[in-house]
T-cell receptor
């Protein structure tokens, strides 16, 4: 079954701790994206990667970091510098830079207290 | 002005009704348009792309009006299972050509028996 997986589904952390969210895809998609969604708001782009070993900041990259060492994987680290980390984090992928259609993983709901 | 604006709703309609949502976008250079569906606490799922000539997929019809910069989604013969939040999505040209998507905040539809 092809798809995008994110783990864990729910994550709880204490303030001041870094946490890494996993995103894996076996769709052979080149591009991958991280978004966050807050209640009643649209998705906001955190980071994106069009190819392996390359990634760019999105609109709200402060307090986050990513890596893209493999085509299939695009982990997101939420650092202690992120002021309001509690949110629903969604990973997406698209076939290539030519395609805008993005497909999402099931998301990770992060709660920081 | 937001890049993508939608009426948040909720739209409460009886089963079998026809319901239409509109969405306006601010970037006249946008080229790709989509409707995504998001169920409560789940990831967005691509419902349909929106083409210049309009397109239909079963009970769903999407239309694009470039002159007025709006997109519409029409749902005929509403089912209880159509209850969800519908996200209007538009591509935007970033400075780095990142081919990013901008998501509206969504319109909530509640179909009632």
């Amino acid at each position: 079954d092809g798809g995008i997986t994110q783990s864990p589904k729910y994550l709880f952390r204490k303030e001041g701790q870094n946490v890494t969210l996993s995103c894996e895809q076996n769709l052979n998609h080149d591009a991958m994206y991280w978004y966050r969604q807050d209640p009643g708001q649209g998705l906001r782009l955190i980071y994106y990667s069009q190819i392996v070993n390359d990634f760019q900041k999105g609109d709200i990259a402060e307090g986050y970091s990513v890596s893209r060492e493999k085509k299939e994987s695009f982990p997101l680290t939420v650092t202690s510098a992120q002021k309001n980390p509690t949110a629903f984090y969604l990973c997406a992928s698209s076939l290539s830079g030519r395609s805008y259609e993005q497909y999402f993983g099931p998301g990770t709901r992060l709660t920081v207290t | 002005r937001k890049e993508v604006e939608q009426d948040p709703g909720p739209f409460n309609v009886p089963e079998g009704a026809t319901v239409a949502f509109n969405c306006t976008y601010s970037n006249s250079a946008s080229q790709s348009f989509f409707w995504y569906r998001q169920d409560c606490r789940k990831e967005p799922k691509l419902l349909m792309s929106v083409y210049s000539s309009g397109n239909e997929d079963g009970r769903f019809t999407a239309q694009l009006n470039r002159a007025s910069q709006y997109i519409s989604l029409l749902i005929r013969d509403s089912k209880l299972s159509d209850s969800a939040t519908y996200l209007c999505v538009v591509n935007r040209k970033g400075d780095t050509g990142r081919r990013a998507l901008t998501f509206g905040s969504g319109t909530r539809l509640q179909v009632q028996p």
